[in-house]
């Protein structure tokens, strides 16, 4: 059974930073690239983060890009996210996602207030 499990969420300040972690299970994890996304109230899903499976490549979309970065250890099966100078437009549920296959799989997410 694949599963993915986030933690690290939670309240910070404006200007703040938080990590993101994402333990994966049921599938071999360095084979995949793994993805951030979120959802933040009244919104569509958004695109966060991809991370190649060896960690070499990644990429972010244009409004985290210089505040966030995304790492990996394959030896531990986890995905990161570091999110730094957060502004209270991050404020969302962050879930990390992959694909086997044709089908997607998600943790439940964690929550990330930023609120002064």
């Known amino acids: 059974e694949v599963l993915l499990v986030e933690s690290g969420g939670g309240l910070v300040q404006p200007g703040g930073s938080l990590r993101l972690s994402c333990g994966a299970s049921?599938?071999?994890?360095?084979?995949?690239?793994m993805v951030w996304v979120r959802q933040a109230p009244g919104k569509e899903l958004e695109w966060v983060s991809t991370?190649?499976?060896?960690?070499?490549?990644?990429g972010y979309a244009d409004p985290v890009k210089g505040r966030f970065a995304t790492s990996r250890d394959n030896a531990k099966n986890t995905v990161y996210l570091q999110m730094n100078s957060m502004k209270t437009g991050d404020t969302a549920m962050y879930y990390c996602?992959?694909?086997?296959?044709?089908?997607?799989?998600r943790g439940q997410g964690t929550q990330v207030t930023v609120s002064s």
């Open positions: 996602t992959t694909t086997l296959g044709n089908r997607e799989y």
């Open positions: 049921g599938f071999i994890f360095a084979n995949y690239a």
């Open positions: 991370i190649s499976p060896s960690g070499v490549t990644k």
